[in-house]
C-alpha cells in the first residue's frame, strides 16, 4: 500500500511562500507519477500540478502557473509544491497524490495523503 504524508502547509500573508513536502513509500516512489490537487471550503478538489516519473514533465493549473513549481527528488521519495506569490484564493487543504501516469484528472490518481492546510491571509 502507497503511503503519503505530507507536511509543510499553514498560515501566510498574501504575497508571501510556502514549500509543501510528500514523503512516499519507497516501493511505489519511483514508479509513480505525483500530483497536487487543492479543496477549498465548499468548492470541490481541483487540480494544482502534476510530475511526471522522471520529474522531465510538468502540468500546472492556469490559475497557478508562474506562481508554484512541482519537482521532485527521487533519492529522499519526495515530491515538493513550492508557493510563491500567495492570494487569499489559494487558501485550501493541499492533498498529494500518486497514479501511474501523468494526469490533470483526480481519477488517474489512486493514492492520496491526508491533506495539509494553507491558508493565505489578506
Known amino acids: 500500500q502507497v503511503q503519503l504524508v505530507e507536511s509543510g502547509g499553514g498560515l501566510v500573508q498574501a504575497g508571501g511562500s510556502l514549500r509543501l513536502s510528500c514523503a512516499v513509500s519507497a516501493r511505489a516512489f519511483s514508479v509513480a507519477a505525483m500530483g497536487w490537487f487543492r479543496q477549498a471550503p465548499g468548492k470541490e478538489r481541483e487540480f494544482v500540478a502534476a510530475?511526471?516519473?522522471?520529474?522531465?514533465?510538468?502540468y500546472y493549473a492556469d490559475s497557478v502557473k508562474g506562481r508554484f513549481t512541482i519537482s521532485r527528488d527521487n533519492a529522499k521519495n519526495t515530491v515538493y509544491l513550492q508557493m510563491n506569490s500567495l492570494k487569499p484564493e489559494d487558501t485550501a487543504v493541499y492533498y498529494c497524490?500518486?497514479?501511474?501516469?501523468?494526469?490533470?484528472?483526480?481519477?488517474?490518481?489512486?493514492?492520496w495523503g491526508q491533506g495539509t492546510q494553507v491558508t493565505v491571509s489578506s
Open positions: 497524490a500518486a497514479g501511474a501516469r501523468l494526469s490533470t484528472r483526480a481519477s488517474s490518481f489512486s493514492s
Open positions: 510530475i511526471s516519473r522522471s520529474g522531465d514533465s510538468t
